[in-house]
């Protein structure tokens, strides 16, 4: 099944712009869920030609990439980041949902 990239609401122009890339809808789904009450603001896909265009189109701050993705569509999603949005963060979350926040705040502690 394929997740359409979709954005949340903008509440807050000050939020940080976060892709979120896996490769279970459900996962990438509760993954934009956490970061979203967190008050980031999430967009997320389960397909790499989906997620590589939005890296070039949009720049995030950060790129969150599921354990489950393939190690070759890492690898894309990092030549993506340094080609088309050099300034991006990636964080690879390969525990469980109960990390991911803390992962994503460590990452951009010096952003």
Known sequence: M???LTETAMVN???LHVLVFGKHDYIVT???TQLEKAEFKCSGS???AQALDYIKSNQPQLV???GGVDP???IKI???IKSFSPETKMVEHFGGPATVLEEVR???ANF
Do not use: C, K, P, Y
């Open 2 to 4: 394929e997740l359409n």
């Open 13 to 15: 122009t000050d939020m």
């Open 30 to 32: 509760n993954v934009s």
């Open 46 to 48: 389960v397909v790499l």
């Open 64 to 66: 969150v990439i599921g």
């Open 72 to 74: 070759h569509d890492r």
């Open 78 to 80: 990092a030549t993506a």
């Open 106 to 108: 460590s990452t951009l």
